[in-house]
């Protein structure tokens, strides 16, 4: 194939209208986007002989959170933990992505409904694209500030503990503590919106074999 006929198709591919089901599966993944909005996205848990219930951070799109008895905030005690160790506390005004994450989210909203009414392969990729794109920077600025939250420790704190990482996904043993991080609801809400948006693509990309075949 040369260069122009590469082109050719590629260009032909682009202009693909999307069928009617793509733009239904692509409303469906705006439906299935809003709670990313309302959950967690992710959710940790701290579970030691002290406390055997466990403590729970829930990290919004837009705030931390974490659970909360009667008797006890658990993010205010797992502050008082940190504090112990050296570690810095966890203030909602150091996380500039509860700035930007809630705008993204509504971009993408606004951009995959742009998509469904103009009808173009075009626009939809461009909203797959971005999305791949924020994913994968959320989720390494993610790992970064665990890794900096733990490797950034006070020299002069009365529990002294080897710098680590807290887990990305998993389970961890720190110190006396099993610390559970793992996917929340606004994660899940992230996954089926990727996932319909692919699957929007994929059946209008059904035509792009005999267009490219006719451009040939």
């Given at each position: ?61 837009y705030?931390?959170?974490g659970?909360?008895?009667p ?21 909602e ?22 998509a469904?009414v103009?009808?173009?392969m ?18 390494l ?18 529990i002294?503990?080897q ?38 693509i ?15």
């Open positions: 194939m040369t260069v122009k006929n590469f082109l050719v198709s590629e260009t032909t591919f682009f202009e693909l209208p999307l069928s009617l089901k793509s733009r239904i599966l692509i409303l469906v993944a705006v439906v299935a986007l809003l709670p990313a909005y309302f959950f967690p996205l992710w959710n940790m848990s701290f579970f030691s002989n002290q406390y055997t219930d466990g403590l729970v951070l829930h990290i919004y799109s705030q931390l959170e659970g909360k008895t008797n006890r905030d658990d993010l205010r005690e797992i502050n008082s933990l940190n504090h112990y160790i050296g570690m810095r506390p966890l203030l005004s150091d996380f500039s992505e509860f700035t930007w994450v809630p705008l993204v989210v509504g971009l993408l909203i606004i951009l995959a409904l742009r469904m103009l009808g173009k075009s626009n939809l990729v461009d909203v797959f694209v971005l999305f791949v794109y924020f994913g994968a920077f959320s989720m600025s993610f790992y970064h500030r665990l890794y900096m939250y733990g490797h950034n420790l006070d020299p002069t704190a009365s002294k503990v710098p680590f990482t807290p887990p990305f996904f998993g389970s961890k043993q720190i110190a006396n503590f099993t610390v559970n991080s793992f996917p929340a609801v606004g994660s899940y809400a992230f996954f089926a919106f990727a996932i319909l948006l692919l699957l929007a994929l059946l209008s990309a059904k035509r792009a074999k005999p267009a490219k075949q006719a451009a040939a």
